[in-house]
């Protein structure tokens, strides 16, 4: 067979990385070479792959180290059984072409994961020695992320840290049964132990830099996982309890989920269909209640139907409220912010900005209509100086008045 290019490999192990969701880059310490030390930063602007919390856009070169494995996950387009195209790079490789993009203003930093090649630790070794290189030959100072391998033996999944900023793990499915089932090889507790061993080495680090300044840090900016949703019969309730479990056990940055994506020669465990790629946002958007809205879980659920799924033409915030009206309307003017948090339509920003314009004066609708995209949504929930919704909130057509129109279809991604 003859030896494939670096531009083909390059192509076979970009487009086989597009898959892993997890790859946001926020929450990192900001680096740069403005001082002539080093090469590389995580700040600044760039192809948009990635977003840090403040907006700017973090581009990463993505790909995986090789596509070749030795397990047999069923959802996986590279699992041993796959007739798919082969490709490896040695660790060199993969460091002279992120040097090489970077010179080229393409990327600032560099996402990794790979197959499992030989043993889960030969190939945790071989992602080491990416970041190994780069941080200490060419003193590297932009964002790396390592998809670090539970199987790995637990000192080389440890030493990830000590050069990556962000470490992840996937859980791969949100049920024990479903990973059982569809990934044999892999083992739920063994996973979830070398999250807890992340979590405790992240714990360690952080405050060791507080007693001591030259303390070496450990993955700064945490560690995320990833779920594939649709792939068993877990339901929206189910996925949404993982996830509570995983961010309280693990204390997670993030948690991704992936829409299972039928791939070539499938499995015949796996559902003929993918799920609708709205579920996906809706899981999201619940993700974000939680983390940031102030919703406990259960409380996520209970927006769900009987059949333990989140409704796809409401997001879950507004299925909450139609279905706990008693909670509402809330007054603008004088309710605590995390009531105000609870209606529809008003995002973070605006209640920030109506707590603290309500401080100089009583807000009337049309104040608070300038803080948000729909009035039309909000309306029915809430009471202002010069409003108050009456009968509205109770009327049974209610979801129909206030529901978005239909949006088309959501472009496939992996078309």
Known sequence: ???????????????????????????????????????????????????????????????????????????????K????????FTPQEVVDLTLSFYRRNYIEGLFLSSGIIKSASHTMEQLIEVARILREEHDFRGYIHLKTIPEADPELVAQAGLYADRVSINVELPTVAGLTRLAPDKSAPQIEGAMGSLKEAIVEAKDARKRFRNAPKFAPAGQSTQMIVGADAATD??????????????????????????????????????????????????????????????????????DGMLPLDIDPKLAWALRFRGDFPVDVNRAPREKLLRVPGLGVKAVNAIVAARRQRRLRLADVGKLTVSITKVRPFIIAEDWRPVLLTDRTDLQSLIAPAARPAQMELFA
């Not at 030390?37 to 581009?59: F, L, N, Q, V, W």
């Not at 059984?81 to 490896?88: C, E, G, H, K, W």
């Not at 693990?250 to 499995?267: H, M």
Request: hydrophobic share 35%; glycine share 8%.
């Open 237 to 306: 309730s189910d996925i949404v309890g993982r996830a509570s479990t995983l961010y309280g056990n693990f204390g997670l940055r993030r948690v991704y989920y992936s829409a299972f994506s039928p791939i070539p020669d499938a499995s015949a465990v796996l559902p003929l269909k993918r799920p609708p790629l709205m579920r996906e946002h809706r899981l999201y958007q619940s993700d974000w209640l939680m983390r940031f809205y102030g919703y406990a879980p259960h409380e996520v659920q209970q927006a769900a139907g009987a």
């Open 81 to 88: 059984s796959s007739n798919t195209r082969r490709a490896r």
């Open 1 to 79: 067979m003859a030896q494939l290019s670096v531009l083909e490999r390059l192509e076979i192990l970009a487009d086989a990385a597009k898959y892993d969701a997890s790859c946001a880059s926020s929450g990192t310490t900001k680096r740069n070479s403005k001082s002539g030390k080093g090469i590389g930063s995580t700040e600044g602007m760039g192809i948009c792959h990635a977003y840090a919390p403040d907006g700017r856009c973090i581009s990463l070169l993505k790909i995986l180290l090789t596509n070749h494995c030795v397990f047999d996950c069923h959802y996986c387009i590279n699992r």
